[in-house]
């Protein structure tokens, strides 16, 4: 008898082992999450390059009694290189005269800017952009040839900013103000610049 419920005690044994390995849930090894899909370029993006035409208004200091106004066109390119910093490049000219007061009188002038530099512009994705710029080339001077004045190149360079009202995030519409200095003839020359035209990013 005691053999018997020996052989009972076995078998149930063998019995509950072998259940139990038939239900053994086996886990699967978790697995690491997929890579998140890199960013694509959306179309809300302003792009790198920016490339603006603009109306340009000067007021050149010729002497210490003598100034001029000059009216004319300004395209400036930035590529954007790291964000916010951008290298620019910018083509301003001008034409006007010296006026009843200037000396020498009623003289018309006209004005081309070629110039490069750093760009820096905040809040690229915003409908407000303020930006700064310092740009550094050739003013090229021209006037009504006579004894006193004719045609001039000075060292020129360029320190202000503005900012573009963005209607979407290819155009905007920009103001913009700068000092203009330039140095003809050895002696340096504070001027004033305005410009207000058009921005398009692509």
């Known amino acids: 008898m005691r053999r018997v419920i020996l052989l009972l005690g076995a078998v149930l044994?063998?019995?509950?082992?072998?259940?139990?390995?038939?239900n053994a849930v086996t886990?699967?090894?978790?697995?690491?999450?997929?890579?998140a899909a890199s960013p694509q370029g959306s179309s809300?993006?302003?792009?790198?390059?920016?490339?603006?035409?603009?109306?340009?208004?000067?007021?050149?200091?010729l002497?210490?009694?003598?100034?001029?106004?000059t009216h004319g066109f300004?395209?400036?390119?930035?590529?954007?290189?790291?964000?916010?910093?951008?290298l620019e490049g910018d083509l301003g000219t001008g034409f006007g005269n010296t006026g009843s007061s200037g000396v020498p009188a009623n003289l018309v002038v006209k004005t081309v800017f070629l110039g490069g530099g750093p760009h820096i512009s905040f809040n690229r994705d915003s409908a407000f952009e303020p930006w700064v710029h310092g740009l550094i080339g050739l003013e090229h001077y021209?006037?009504?040839?006579?004894?006193t004045l004719g045609t001039s190149n000075a060292?020129?360079?360029?320190?202000?900013?503005?900012?573009?009202?963005?209607?979407?995030?290819?155009?905007?519409?920009?103001?913009?103000?700068?000092?203009?200095?330039?140095?003809?003839n050895s002696s340096t020359?504070?001027?004033?610049?305005?410009?207000?035209g058009l921005v398009f990013n692509f």
């Open 13 to 22: 044994s063998l019995s509950v082992a072998a259940t139990a390995k038939e």
């Open 142 to 147: 021209r006037f009504t040839q006579t004894g």
């Open 63 to 69: 002497g210490p009694n003598s100034h001029a106004n």
């Open 74 to 86: 300004n395209t400036s390119v930035v590529r954007f290189v790291g964000g916010h910093f951008g």
């Open 44 to 61: 809300d993006s302003p792009g790198d390059w920016q490339l603006a035409f603009s109306y340009q208004y000067n007021r050149l200091r």
């Open 155 to 184: 060292v020129a360079w360029t320190l202000g900013g503005g900012a573009d009202l963005h209607f979407n995030p290819r155009t905007a519409f920009r103001v913009q103000g700068d000092y203009l200095g330039t140095r003809p």
């Open 27 to 35: 886990l699967a090894p978790v697995l690491p999450a997929a890579a």
């Open 189 to 196: 020359q504070s001027n004033f610049q305005l410009i207000v």
